[in-house]
């Protein structure tokens, strides 16, 4: 039953995590909330609550895999068996790959990347002897697509698709009840735009089209409640870049050089302040709770027709089947 169900979202103090763990409260589900920035969970855990879900706090770094599965221990010590693990969290830094340090690309890639690795072992760890329980790893059409700028979260999303795959194969080979899916996502407005590290000269932006974090939290909540899917794809932007990069991937090689610097940038300057949460959260004693929304709310869309007939593969068939059968009978008509 929802009302039973017991989840760990992790990055779940803003963005795309906050989306997500609000959308399962409202199912009445208990919810393990895993970040490290404490404002942001306090106030993702009063959400969760004012939805009709149960919260519960755990402030981890998802760097460090003993953290994860102590969350992981405590979440099962105090809801229940964990029924479905989201992997959201992340860092990353907004910037060439020369003006990149050593040890920040070292930094996004733990959190990034192992910080997937270290959720899904600590979720298999506890569902596999029970057979049962879904991981569902947020991804990015980066995580077949590589743009400029962002060296180091295309990286880890690269990493995170060849491991799941390598983990689903595994699965399968067993027989496991044990499922995993993997969720690629569109630009979404949510607030790593104004906390990322950032050595870009102006303000670092979602390439359009944007869309709300609502859009993405029902996308996860659909793969989790299908989780046999290998993955499902979120946004026009997403279907029609990964179909493009499969097709001709050194042409758009080219179109991305030419444009992915400037789409990736507003006009304004970066701000001289702007936070960074890169070795520490955001939202630590002195910054403040961001939410899920960025600051973008102007320009995203709080729907996607793609992903609903992704959703909803019979009734698009059907619709179009009868579509094409009314076009020729039509057709016949005319010719008659």
Wanted: proline share 6%.
């Amino acid at each position: 039953m929802a009302d039973q169900q017991v989840v760990v979202v992790t990055g779940a103090s803003g963005g795309i995590g906050r989306a997500v763990a609000r959308a399962f409260g409202a199912r009445q589900a208990r919810v393990a909330l895993v970040a490290r920035g404490e404002r942001g969970l306090k106030a993702a855990a009063d959400e969760v609550r004012a939805a009709g879900g149960t919260a519960l706090v755990l402030p981890t770094d998802v760097a460090d895999a003993a953290q994860v599965d102590a969350a992981a221990e405590r979440a099962e010590r105090e809801l229940g068996p964990i029924d479905v693990w989201v992997n959201v969290a992340f860092t990353s830094v907004f910037a060439r790959f020369d003006d990149i340090r050593p040890e920040e690309f070292r930094r996004v890639t733990e959190v990034s990347y192992l910080g997937y690795v270290y959720g899904t072992m600590a979720a298999l760890r506890r569902m596999k002897p029970r057979d049962r329980g879904t991981v569902v790893q947020v991804g990015s059409a980066l995580a077949y697509r590589g743009i400029p700028l962002q060296s180091a979260y295309c990286g880890a999303k690269h990493a995170i698709q060849g491991f799941n795959e390598s983990l689903r194969c595994e699965l399968l080979a067993e027989h496991s009840g044990v499922h995993v899916t993997m969720v690629q996502m569109p630009a979404v407005n949510t607030p790593q735009f104004s906390w990322v590290l950032s050595r870009l000269p102006r303000h670092a932006q979602p390439v359009p089209p944007i869309y709300q974090p609502e859009v993405a939290a029902r996308a996860v909540l659909h793969a989790a409640d299908h989780p046999r899917r290998r993955e499902y794809w979120v946004g026009g932007s997403t279907v029609g870049t990964l179909a493009a990069n499969a097709v001709a991937p050194g042409l758009l090689d080219r179109y991305l050089a030419k444009t992915g610097m400037k789409s990736q940038q507003t006009d304004q300057p970066k701000p001289a302040r702007q936070p960074a949460n890169l070795w520490a959260p955001a939202d630590g004693p002195s910054g403040h709770d961001f939410g899920a929304h960025g600051e973008f709310d102007r320009r995203s869309t709080p729907r996607s027709f793609q992903t609903w007939a992704s959703r909803h593969h019979g009734v698009v068939a059907t619709c179009g089947g009868a579509l094409a059968a009314a076009g020729l009978a039509l057709w016949r008509r005319a010719r008659s």
